[in-house]
């Protein structure tokens, strides 16, 4: 009896340590995750200031450089440029028909 009770008595001790061995694993990792955490936030913070500094600095403008219209009949008057041709506009009247031959 006393046989079997040390037996039982070893197995208790046994399933204690490994419960404390998974305790200390456990702490570990969210010790480490804890870490983790506070270096994310850090740089997260770090970001943000950068991102708002560039949004505040007059060298970054959100608005676009030219309506998209604008960009549109300038790429349109490059390749026109480029092919000899003139666009109509009101500083180049379009050009009468001549008479009809008929």
């Known amino acids: 009896m006393v046989a079997s009770a040390n037996i039982e008595?070893?197995?208790v001790e046994k399933?204690?340590?490994q419960l404390r061995d998974q305790i200390r694993d456990g702490e570990a990792v969210i010790n480490s995750q804890q870490e983790q955490l506070a270096e994310l936030k850090?740089?997260?913070q770090q970001i943000s200031t950068d991102y708002r500094k560039d949004i505040d600095s007059p060298r970054v403008s959100l608005a676009p450089s030219s309506?998209?219209?604008?960009?549109?009949?300038?790429?349109?008057t490059r390749l026109m440029e480029a092919m000899n041709l003139t666009p109509v506009s009101a500083e180049n009247p379009e050009i009468a028909p001549s008479p009809s031959t008929t």
């Open 9 to 11: 008595r070893d197995k």
């Open 15 to 17: 399933k204690n340590q």
């Open 67 to 76: 309506p998209g219209i604008k960009r549109a009949d300038s790429e349109l």
């Open 42 to 44: 850090t740089l997260m």
